[in-house]
């Protein structure tokens, strides 16, 4: 079909390109063949992206310093140093517009919120935004957006407010894997990974402990359960993953990078993660009850407490609080089941699938 569809991701952590792909497949699943995902930040400037990415890993480490620059850049919104921001990858993006000509731009990253590129007939190319939070950072808006995607009816009322008109914005949830919408045979995975099927398997997402020293003694003390198995994932972080897997323990499985992460979802009885806005939204489709570690302030903490509030996760601030906040709740049926009720209500179906829905129907009309 005759739509080029251009979608523009970012290098910040795995969700975004997830988020991308998540959606371009949506579109070809409907007949759209020709969508181009491209990371403009590493596309434009690969030194300047690779500095940028240490120091977005490292930030963890200066919590603080994150702060300021967050919330600092919601103050900031109308100084030069956005519009210097704004323009990291206007010119790249103008570029390949001019030889993929699309008909649409969608972005999963607030950087190009305000710029809008002209196609041959000199009419603006419509520019749609997905935002990939359960908050909204004033770098997603800007008049010039004409759709935005959210997560919930509460940012809608949040973007009324900020003077976006209801009809520019569609609650759509955030599009995650289809693989985490399918049902599986439960007992064929506990084969597959070779976990006890009278044991409470408990998800540890290690990326959230980063520049968290604790991830050791927070598995150490919950090995300690015979009722319980540890399920650490380490990403491509192979110096933690042989780091843990030194501790012998006899309920402990330690994973690097795992293709279908959502298998574990679905066996999971509680994880223990950080916030990103793309981790919540696999939680809430699989409803995996969550332990919140301390998160950084940003989005990662609006988030952290917008889950809170809805009664839809734990967030925990130590190592004890950790232990103390995963033993507790599943020991605790009732517990584990309002959590999940919760998470049922906040979750939208199909997410992808309503995005490519209403992009279609806007560009055709």
């Not at 491209?38 to 990415?53: G, N, Q, R």
Request: hydrophobic share 40%.
């Amino acid at each position: 079909m005759g739509f080029n569809i251009l979608i523009t991701t970012a290098p910040f952590g795995n969700g975004h390109k997830m988020v991308a792909t998540a959606l371009k497949n949506a579109f070809i699943n409907k007949g759209y063949n020709n969508v181009f995902v491209v990371d403009l930040f590493t596309e434009a400037h690969p030194t300047i992206t690779e500095t940028i990415k240490r120091a977005y890993i490292k930030s963890y480490d200066f919590g603080e310093a994150y702060s300021m620059l967050y919330y600092g850049s919601e103050k900031l919104t109308n100084m030069r140093v956005i519009e210097i921001y704004r323009n990291f990858g206007y010119k790249k993006l103008r570029d390949i517009a001019k030889s993929f000509k699309p008909h649409v731009i969608i972005n999963t990253f607030p950087i190009l919120a305000s710029l809008k590129i002209k196609n041959e007939s000199g009419e603006n190319i419509p520019v749609f935004n997905i935002v990939t939070d359960f908050y909204v950072h004033k770098l997603w808006l800007s008049k010039e957006i004409d759709k935005f995607y959210i997560a919930t009816e509460e940012l809608q009322e949040e973007l009324k407010k900020m003077n976006i008109p209801v009809e520019k914005t569609v609650v759509s949830g955030i599009p995650i894997r289809e693989a985490f919408e399918e049902i599986e045979n439960f007992s064929m995975l506990y084969k597959k990974y070779r976990f006890k099927r009278n044991k409470k398997i408990i998800l540890i997402n290690s990326g959230a402990f980063g520049v968290f020293k604790d991830i050791k003694k927070v598995c150490m003390e919950l090995c300690k359960y015979k009722s319980i198995q540890v399920a650490v994932v380490c990403g491509n972080n192979t110096l933690q993953k042989s780091k843990l897997e030194s501790l012998k323990l006899r309920n402990l499985k330690v994973f690097g990078f795992i293709e279908n992460i959502d298998d574990l979802y679905k066996i999971a009885c509680c994880m223990i993660t950080k916030s990103g806005g793309i981790t919540l939204s696999e939680a809430l489709s699989v409803q995996l009850p969550l332990i919140i570690i301390k998160p950084v302030p940003g989005q990662e903490k609006e988030n952290a407490l917008y889950f809170e509030k809805k009664g839809a996760a734990i967030i925990a601030n130590n190592s004890y609080q950790i232990v103390n906040s995963t033993i507790e709740l599943i020991n605790s049926p009732s517990m584990l089941n309002t959590m999940k009720n919760n998470m049922k209500k906040m979750y939208n179906k199909s997410s992808s699938f309503k995005i490519v829905e209403d992009v279609v129907e806007t560009i055709e009309k």
